[in-house]
């Protein structure tokens, strides 16, 4: 039997089973916040900082790249 895209589909959460969101430990300062996901790990506090803030200045980024400076 095949099965159809839908039913596949329908079996598989969009996010990791671990991806929940719960009280997670700031990796900043330790502090406790609530998070969306696994993926946010420093909270609203520590993202307030102008450390943080001046870390990576918006529009820097060229995105990923090769070594060499090549492109294909």
């Given at each position: ?50 450390a943080w803030r001046a870390a990576v200045p918006e529009g820097v980024s060229k995105g990923r790249s ?7």
């Amino acid at each position: 039997m095949q099965a159809k895209a839908d039913d596949i589909l329908m079996d598989h959460p969009s996010r990791a089973l671990g991806d929940v969101p719960k009280l997670r430990f700031c990796l900043g300062c330790k502090a406790s916040f609530w998070s969306e996901g696994f993926g946010q790990r420093i909270c609203a506090r520590c993202k307030g900082t102008t450390a943080w803030r001046a870390a990576v200045p918006e529009g820097v980024s060229k995105g990923r790249s090769r070594s060499g400076g090549r492109s294909t």
